[in-house]
């Protein structure tokens, strides 16, 4: 499939979803309230215990809501393009088979997948983490130049390609084990333990977080690859340069295992 | 997993005049174990959720120091008391509610001879049982296996810690109810809730103890019931107070709650009054 084919049904099919979202424009902006709220929440903790100049590893603050807000953009980038099909991939396309129909289509089934369930709604948690982001990166005493700006907006993308990464690995799973419920709730779950600098937590839990559920890969490295942070009790010290690389490999290897999975997709004769 | 037999207990019930109800605990129950899998996939949510929270004051606290007089084993014990008693009260019946509205299935349950919100509460004690068993107790065993040494539970009052708790459990019932109510009148209430409860997490204490917020802000949240949903029992297990002071604050959480319950049963009148069901 050519580029200019790619990038055509990508702009039809945001067309499409715009136009839908244009619709109920009240769920774009009770959404983005809730967001709101749930960044109040975490600043809440936060600033209840680092208020008065306390400092956590090296994170202060200001350098804590950066993670914050970073952690949002890049959580939002991948929600746009995926978390409508993480939640309910197995209920609305391998229980109730509506897989069987992208089958029969000539485009890239997770390309198609993509396409068909993008959440324009979810353009709120990057607005929002842009502002948290910037709020932070103020209070930590950043000074905007073209190259970090440019450096930041790749490090986001590569965090979404690893969030995309790790619902297209969770979502890959409902081929072998048909679940009633998703496994939204522990995914959600975890990301409020990326939240936090992964250097607070035992070793054991900052492996899992940087191996085996990628989530840390996604915000706390590239967040403190941009705020250039040594720590103490760090599992890795990353530069910024392989985390793209990093995502872009996980996405691959996420893309390969959902196509072997596929293999063993049995319709439900719909 | 085995269940009392009828005849044990129903007896009593009957005599009661509970006997509906206590089947609707065991309907609950049993209803939940149905799916193990799920279960055990909200189980291993909460910690995700929590243990953030646990690490962040141990790394900040761990050498020292406190905030306004909460310590590191202070501070572990609020949470700990506080997400375990979450993992109880969490049973998300507002989205339960709305999913009856939205299909229709509430007709069903409005031609049966009980009291709709009655049966309601009756499934919510049983799953509460239910939750306390597989949520709250392993939770207990993997907090005091992580932070055993922080945790104090000697010190605290637990008799009052459970009757401050008791009406947290039916407060959280009626919170719930009222959010599932508001289904009738908006059909699509996920978001809503979903706000709401992020909110009330903020003004219960369940996230910060609320005298660690700005004192301004801090006597606003004392005016309202939601302290009484995690930070009033908690306070009660770690600050225990006068014994007059102790049985005040339990009687107002007692009122706010009892209110609650009369603005539930004018909202479902309500509701009911202006609720369409079509088909058959």
């Known amino acids: 499939m050519s580029i200019m084919r790619t990038l055509l049904l990508v702009l039809r099919f945001m067309g499409v979803h715009m136009k839908t979202m244009l619709l109920y424009r009240t769920n774009f902006f009770v959404g983005l309230t809730s967001q709101i709220i749930y960044t109040v929440l975490s600043l809440s903790f936060v600033g209840a215990f680092l208020a008065g100049g306390r400092v956590i590893n090296g994170w202060d603050f200001g350098r804590i809501i950066f993670l914050l807000g970073f952690g949002d953009v890049a959580f939002g980038l991948s929600a746009i393009f995926l978390f409508r099909i993480f939640v309910g991939f197995e209920q609305t396309y391998i229980i109730h088979g509506g897989l069987d129909k992208l089958l029969v289509q000539p485009l890239c089934i997770l390309f198609n997948l993509m396409l068909r369930n993008m959440d324009l709604n979810q353009g709120a948690v990057v607005i929002k983490g842009i502002v948290v982001m910037l709020i932070g990166a103020q209070l930590s005493g950043t000074v905007w130049t073209t190259a970090l700006v440019l450096l930041v907006a790749v490090l986001a993308l590569s965090g979404a390609m690893v969030y995309c990464a790790v619902y297209v690995a969770f979502l890959t799973l409902g081929f072998w084990f048909r679940r009633r419920n998703s496994l939204v709730g522990p995914m959600l779950s975890m990301n409020y333990l990326v939240q936090y600098p992964l250097s607070i937590y035992p070793t054991p839990l900052q492996v899992f977080l940087t191996l085996f559920i990628p989530l840390g890969l996604a915000t706390y490295y590239p967040a403190r690859a941009f705020l250039e942070i040594q720590e103490d009790g760090a599992l890795i010290n990353l530069a910024w340069w392989p985390l793209p690389l990093l995502g872009l490999c996980s996405l691959v290897l996420a893309s390969v295992v959902f196509h072997v999975g596929l293999r063993n997709y049995a319709s439900s004769g719909t | ?280």
């Open chain 2, 1 to 280: 997993m085995s269940f009392p037999s009828r005849g044990r207990f129903l007896p009593l019930a009957r005599w009661a005049g509970l006997e509906a109800y206590v089947q609707a605990a065991r309907v609950a129950i049993r209803q939940a174990v149905c799916y193990p899998a799920d279960i055990f996939i909200e189980f291993i949510s909460y910690p995700f959720a929590f243990l953030g929270y646990f690490f962040f004051v141990a790394a900040l606290f761990g050498s020292g120091g406190s905030v306004q007089g909460y310590g590191l084993s202070t501070l572990i014990t609020y949470f700990s008391l506080g997400w375990v008693l979450r993992m109880i009260v969490d049973q998300r019946l507002d989205g339960n509610v709305a999913a009856l509205v939205q299909s229709g299935g509430v007709v069903s349950h409005l031609v049966r001879p009980v009291d709709f919100l009655h049966y309601l509460f009756a499934g919510f004690v049983g799953r509460g049982c239910l939750r306390f068993c597989f949520y709250a107790l392993p939770a207990i065993l993997m907090l005091t296996t992580l932070f055993g040494e922080d945790i104090s539970l000697r010190s605290g009052d637990v008799g009052w810690f459970i009757l401050y708790a008791l009406v947290a459990f039916r407060m959280a019932f009626e919170l719930q109810m009222l959010l599932g109510l508001t289904a009738f009148f908006l059909t699509m209430n996920h978001q809503i809730s979903w706000t709401v409860d992020m909110t009330i997490r903020l003004i219960s204490g369940l996230i910060v103890p609320l005298n660690l917020f700005p004192e301004p802000l801090f006597r606003i949240l004392e005016l309202l019931p939601f302290q009484y949903l995690y930070f009033k029992p908690i306070q009660v297990f770690l600050h225990p107070a006068e014994i007059w002071n102790m049985l005040a604050g339990l009687t107002v959480g007692m009122l706010w709650t009892l209110g609650l319950a009369l603005c539930n049963r004018t909202v479902f009148r309500a509701a009911l009054r202006r609720h369409v069901i079509y088909g058959s």
